[in-house]
């Protein structure tokens, strides 16, 4: 199907601006969405049969397959019921932030085709947490879902510093009940100081209290969800040690690496748009940081990969990293929509020589 969306499909979206292709892909998969049967046949095709694969055990969720849906793409939960449809093991939405926002004026997303690479400024912009849990209550919830579903918090852009912890925790408390997982944002490079919640002394105090509300659902009967940290590609090694040991600390589930960068490598030396730089020029960065942690920890930390992963290659390495799941969605946009699938199939083939 790889070939029909290089002929039809890409050309067809890259005539559109950036957003608005992305608007258009968000419309068509909340159609197919809504079309149940669709999607349950659309699943039988291109999930792995178990006969060809082993699903992933992490952090007490079973995955079909290690290829996830990115945060960023399904800002509002509107789509993902059709991320299992075209083949992915998981998908994550978000970032949902307390409180509803716009996010960042147009434009604020840039395409790159020769370095596969996305520039976005995007700003968290998404309806809030309570509209996201009154369109989640609608739909199946935990344990009823064909693949697990991550929901990635972010702090509101009107919310200082000094009120963050009750900001997520706010939209915790809200999102929980329908999360198989729960993402602590505090590495988009596009909301103002928000990065500085990476700092253990900011970072310790907010997980802590995530941890704590964890617990007292659990002491009112509810489940647990597991709390995974996504940090910056950006960070020292130093900050990432320190980030390590909060999370040793406080017992936390697992990490995603990476977000975005706000290097500009090579060919972005000229290249003056701010915001997030996405794709390919962010695999190498990516891959380093997930070996870095892995060795850090002795492999004891799971770690979602996410960073220019373009082809099975790039899926493979941050594996071979200590990788234990991946996460596209730059390379998605370059390669069409059962990228997913093709990739997922290709890892499996892989996983039994």
Not at 304 to 328: W, Y
């Amino acid at each position: 199907m790889g070939w029909l969306y290089d002929k039809v499909g890409k050309p067809l979206f890259f005539r559109s601006t950036p957003e608005a292709a992305h608007e258009y892909a968000v419309d068509a998969l909340a159609v197919l969405s809504r079309l149940r049967p669709v999607c349950a046949l659309m699943e039988k095709i291109h999930q792995l049969p178990a006969s060809q694969h082993r699903p992933v055990e992490c952090f007490g969720l079973k995955f079909p397959n290690a290829v996830g849906l990115a945060a960023g793409f399904d800002k509002n939960g509107k789509i993902w019921p059709a991320a299992a449809a075209l083949g992915f093991g998981h998908v994550e939405i978000g970032t949902v932030t307390h409180h509803a926002q716009e996010g960042n004026p147009r434009p604020r997303v840039f395409r790159y085709p020769a370095e596969q690479a996305v520039i976005n400024r995007m700003g968290f912009n998404n309806a809030g947490a309570a509209a996201m849990a009154a369109h989640l209550a609608k739909l199946p919830g935990p344990g009823q879902r064909v693949i697990p579903l991550g929901i990635n918090l972010g702090k509101t852009k009107v919310t200082p510093l000094d009120q963050a912890t009750e900001d997520y925790v706010g939209s915790f408390r809200l999102l929980a009940d329908y999360a198989d997982y729960v993402v602590v944002n505090v590495s988009s490079p596009n909301t103002p100081g928000l990065r500085e919640l990476q700092d253990a002394a900011w970072l310790k105090p907010l997980l802590a209290a995530l941890v704590e509300e964890n617990t007292t659902r659990v002491a009112g009967g509810k489940p647990r969800r597991p709390l995974l940290l996504k940090i910056a590609p950006d960070l020292s090694w130093l900050q990432i040690d320190a980030a390590l040991g909060v999370i040793a600390e406080l017992g936390l589930d697992g990490l995603i690496a990476t977000n975005t960068t706000l290097a500009r490598p090579a060919a972005f030396a000229e290249v003056h748009e701010a915001g997030g730089l996405s794709g390919g020029p962010l695999r190498r960065r990516s891959t380093q940081i997930i070996n870095y942690i892995s060795r850090a920890t002795g492999g004891r930390l799971p770690i979602i990969g996410v960073g220019g992963i373009s082809d099975e290659a790039g899926a493979a390495e941050k594996l071979d990293a200590g990788a234990t799941l991946v996460q596209v969605y730059t390379g998605m946009i370059y390669r069409g929509p059962f990228f997913a699938a093709e990739l997922a199939r290709a890892l499996s083939i892989r996983q039994r020589i």
